[in-house]
């Protein structure tokens, strides 16, 4: 199945995940001992932020570690700075006219 990354950071635990390791890479294990639900289910998270390219994971000896892949988080910030400008541009707009409504 293909995934996107919005897909990915549509479920709040998976966000919560690029968010720990956006502090620090962490293997598998240190990340579902910050969860209270099973590995299976952390295990299936991370498989989904790997197929849609949000993390990485790098073996290192026995452990495995996961990473942020940055360049794919800018997809997700440009797509949401589109939305900033535009609402800022409306919010902008109508602070002008109600200070205009209110030199009445």
């Not at 890479?25 to 099973?38: E, G």
């Not at 800018?74 to 949401?80: A, H, L, N, P, T």
Request: glycine share 2%; hydrophobic share 40%; aromatic share 8%.
């Amino acid at each position: 199945m293909r995934r996107d990354v919005f897909q990915a950071i549509a479920d709040p635990t998976r966000r919560q995940i690029i968010g720990m390791l956006a502090a620090e890479q962490m293997n598998l294990n240190a990340i579902a001992d910050k969860f209270d639900v099973s590995r299976p289910a952390i295990s299936k998270h991370i498989k989904i932020l790997t197929e849609c390219g949000l993390i990485s994971i790098k073996q290192e000896g026995r452990e495995r570690y996961c990473r942020p892949n940055y360049k794919k988080l800018k997809e997700v910030s440009i797509w949401v700075e589109q939305y900033r400008k535009f609402w800022n541009a409306k919010l902008d707009d109508l602070e002008n006219f109600l200070a205009l409504d209110n030199d009445k």
